[in-house]
């Protein structure tokens, strides 16, 4: 079965640092997300991309976020100065028509020292 | 705007019992709505989803839900819990199949045996 497959598993950066959180959505998905979970809290929306571009974003996506859909598979997210704050688990989710559920990988947790 | 409200943060079932976990939300669109768990350490997996046919969707390891619009909800329940069922559960809207997800708090289900 298609599953959306994430790397790192863990990443540990210091603050100030830039991080890149990988994705690899399901091949013939059309709509790629990023959502966060800081330990202990709820699942937080951050971004959707469609078409390559973002078509939503959360107050939380600021300056220090972008995503980039580098080539026909990978969906990255980058933090470009890390601040301890950022220390969540980040999940990556697909989603293609006509099915409506969003499929989530494994998530990369992230740890900020 | 959509959000979630699940009541109880924990909920304490015995093996064999009667699992309820509530869910009701908020929504100027007819909802999409979906059940998602969380296994410790592990990413979401989908358990069921609402998306406007059949009010009473069936879903995976013997999980079903009812979309009651008059009362907003769309609780989850299972007849008979079983050990491999404790996990956090978190329910969640979309206004449509390929927008964000907004998720509630979440509910931690332990399962006494």
């Known amino acids: 079965e298609p599953e959306v497959t994430q790397t790192p598993s863990h990443q540990v950066t210091q603050m100030g640092q830039e991080v890149i959180l990988r994705c690899v959505p399901i091949?013939?998905?059309?709509?790629f997300y990023w959502y966060r979970q800081i330990l202990g809290q709820k699942v937080e929306f951050l971004v959707s991309?469609?078409?390559?571009?973002?078509?939503?974003k959360s107050e939380i996506f600021d300056d220090q976020f972008s995503v980039e859909r580098p080539d026909g598979s990978n969906f990255t997210l980058k933090i470009r100065s890390t601040k301890l704050e950022d220390s969540a688990m980040y999940f990556c989710?697909?989603?293609?028509?006509?099915?409506?559920?969003?499929?989530f990988g494994p998530g990369t947790r992230l740890t900020v020292t | 705007a959509q959000s979630v409200t699940q009541l109880g943060s924990h909920v304490s079932v015995s093996e064999g019992a009667l699992v309820l976990l509530r869910c009701n939300y908020s929504?100027?669109?007819?909802?999409?709505l979906f059940w998602y768990v969380q296994y410790p350490n592990q990413g979401l997996q989908l358990l069921l989803k609402?998306?406007?046919?059949?009010?009473l969707v069936k879903g995976i390891n013997g999980f079903e839900a009812e979309f009651k619009k008059s009362e907003t909800s769309f609780h989850l329940t299972k007849p008979s819990a079983h050990m491999s069922d404790a996990a956090e559960y978190f329910c969640?809207?979309?206004?449509?199949?390929?927008?964000?997800?907004?998720f509630g708090t979440g509910t931690r289900l332990t399962i006494i045996p």
């Open positions: 989710a697909s989603n293609g028509w006509p099915g409506y559920e969003q499929y």
């Open positions: 091949s013939n998905h059309l709509y």
């Open positions: 991309f469609y078409n390559n571009e973002i078509s939503e």
């Open positions: 929504s100027s669109v007819p909802p999409y």
């Open positions: 609402y998306t406007s046919a059949a009010t």
């Open positions: 969640a809207v979309s206004p449509n199949g390929n927008e964000k997800l907004t």
